[in-house]
């Protein structure tokens, strides 16, 4: 997956110091970041009207970040099983595991299933007419891996990842 944000072309006299960084580390994602297909009931298009027929703007401008409350691999197995029912189905476009791993789930261009009832500073879609609107047709949404400690929203959260043996403080940093 590639994708430009909408916001790049904003960010004039950009450090170049900064650059030559962001270069490096797209050049070596393919060591840090994979993809992993999920099941299609759990994303869709992004919509360009609502549920009226007015116009919406599906570009995505904001980026809301989640925690998976469970494991990495155990968020992956919920996104890969078929949900059928609106209310059952769940998705994050990138998750980022403890040991600072990228997994990319759902396209950007894509719409995934992070926010049920939502609104952003007033804003909404209502893309079906049933539920209320969400702003998931103009997120990305990202999601950090739970700690053990923060398993099922334990209330001994430490909220600190744990770098693993094979990554080192200095690589974690380096892809934040």
Not at 117 to 140: I, K, M, Q, T, Y
Request: with cysteine.
């Amino acid at each position: 997956m590639s994708w430009t944000s909408p916001l790049a072309r904003q960010c004039n006299g950009i450090n170049q110091d900064l650059r030559a960084r962001l270069d490096n580390l797209k050049r070596t994602s393919g060591s840090w970041r994979t993809t992993v297909p999920i099941h299609p009931t759990n994303y869709g298009a992004r919509i360009s009207k609502d549920s009226k027929g007015a116009p919406l703007d599906p570009s995505p401008r904001v980026v809301v970040m989640h925690e998976t409350v469970y494991s990495l691999t155990s968020a992956i197995n919920t996104f890969q099983t078929p949900h059928p029912m609106d209310e059952d189905q769940a998705s994050y476009h990138t998750l980022i595991g403890l040991d600072g791993q990228f997994v990319d789930t759902v396209d950007p261009f894509k719409r995934a299933f992070a926010a049920s009832n939502s609104a952003l500073l007033g804003e909404w879609a209502v893309s079906n007419p049933r539920p209320l609107g969400s702003f998931n047709d103009f997120a990305l949404h990202v999601s950090l891996e739970t700690s053990e400690s923060g398993a099922s929203d334990a209330s001994q959260h430490t909220g600190t990842p744990r770098v693993s043996t094979t990554t080192s403080p200095s690589s974690y940093r380096s892809r934040r």
